[in-house]
């Protein structure tokens, strides 16, 4: 079975960074795409970051470009998510996700204008919560 495990997140002040984890199982893990997708209360789940399978190319949504950086570890089947520059805004469970098809070419394409990547491989998340 697939199974995405997150982890790092915590009650920050804004201003502060926190790095988040997700390690993966049951899955080729270094021929898939993967992202971190992000639900405050109330809003709707949101594409925060998509890193190619390869890791040549990464994307983010504008809220966070330029203070989130995602990078993986395909020898340890890892996922990270480094967040800094911490707004109250950033506040929400997080996710990670692993794209179903493996080495597609397309997955991370329009992330930074909104699209959601339709990854169908979820962890239960870790909550951020940043402090005003």
């Known amino acids: 079975d697939v199974r995405l495990v997150e982890s790092g997140g915590a009650l920050v002040q804004a201003g502060g960074s926190l790095t988040l984890s997700c390690s993966a199982s049951g899955l080729v893990f270094v021929n898939r795409a993967m992202g971190w997708f992000r639900q405050a209360p109330g809003k709707e789940r949101e594409g925060v970051a998509c890193i190619s399978w390869s890791g040549s190319f990464t994307a983010y949504i504008d809220s966070v470009k330029g203070r989130f950086t995602i990078s993986r570890d395909n020898t340890n089947n890892t996922l990270y998510l480094r967040m800094n520059s911490l707004k109250p805004d950033d506040t929400a469970m997080y996710y990670c996700?692993?794209?179903?098809?493996?080495?597609?070419?397309?997955?991370?394409?329009?992330?930074?204008?909104?699209?959601?990547?339709?990854?169908?491989?979820w962890g239960q998340g870790t909550q951020v919560t940043v402090s005003s």
């Open positions: 996700a692993a794209d179903p098809r493996m080495k597609n070419p397309n997955a991370c394409l329009g992330v930074s204008a909104g699209r959601k990547p339709d990854f169908t491989y």
